[in-house]
């Protein structure tokens, strides 16, 4: 039965790892080039994708630390902080089973396949397990310190995945997608509306240029959300850069 569960959200390593099609990349492409604008262009009808800001693609004042100071203001910052650590766990994952599978073809991101690798292919996979675990700790446990918002079912069915010993990235794919609509449903229209109410203001009142300078003072205090992120989560960034 548990075996089954691991299968059922687990594709096979080389499809989920597999380049994409023709068709794939023009999704791809025109998902990245959806609304483009020029840098300047700041626009109502400009505004970038959800998408576009995680990537860090957005122009303007839509950038990925306004994004994130935002959310910081709301409360809610542990959830781009989990999107940005699936992210890089995933490109690490993925560089791994492409550089042992060429050696290793019965590697696949499961504990039971390292009877398989040498001691520094097992090292390796050793410090993506550490990754692994580092999120499940950061985010994803009961009382975790920056716990999610997310259902019984999706939080039970990841943990019994790298419990049973999966360390595929699908495995945290259910939980990255229900965070990804809780911000597309919440936190991405109040940010889009913040800065157009900020736009109005300063474009709508003959206030003194006191107030503009403000608003500059603002944005660039933004900046700052980087440093601030490394602080708040600095055991999972201790963890995912960890050198192996």
């Not at 080039?33 to 693609?57: A, R």
């Not at 039970?156 to 990804?180: D, F, N, T, W």
Request: proline share 4%; hydrophobic share 35%.
């Amino acid at each position: 039965m548990h075996q089954q569960s691991i299968h059922s959200i687990s594709p096979p390593a080389a499809h989920y790892f597999a380049k994409p099609s023709q068709n794939q990349r023009r999704s791809v492409s025109s998902l990245d080039s959806c609304q483009s604008v020029d840098e300047e262009d700041d626009s109502p009808s400009s505004k970038p994708t959800l998408q576009q800001i995680l990537l860090d693609q957005g122009h303007g004042q839509y950038t990925l630390a306004n994004f994130g100071a935002f959310l910081q203001s709301q409360f809610c910052y542990e959830n781009l902080a989990f999107w940005l650590a699936s992210r890089q766990y995933k490109l690490c994952a993925q560089s791994l089973y492409q550089s042992v599978q060429q050696t290793v073809p019965m590697f696949n991101l499961h504990s039971d396949s390292t009877k398989y690798l040498n001691q520094s292919q097992a090292r390796a996979f050793s410090d993506l397990q550490l990754k692994m675990r580092a999120i499940l700790e950061t985010f994803v446990l009961p009382s975790s310190p920056h716990e999610l918002n997310l259902s019984d079912a999706i939080r039970c069915k990841l943990l019994r995945s790298v419990a049973e010993g999966s360390y595929h990235p699908q495995v945290l794919e259910q939980a990255r997608e229900s965070i990804m609509d809780l911000m597309k449903c919440s936190s991405y229209p109040l940010f889009l509306e913040g800065i157009a109410a900020k736009r109005a203001s300063n474009t709508g009142s003959s206030q003194s240029s006191a107030d503009s300078e403000k608003s500059l003072h603002h944005d660039h205090d933004a900046t700052s959300w980087r440093l601030k992120a490394k602080h708040h989560f600095k055991l999972v960034s201790r963890m995912l850069k960890r050198s192996a």
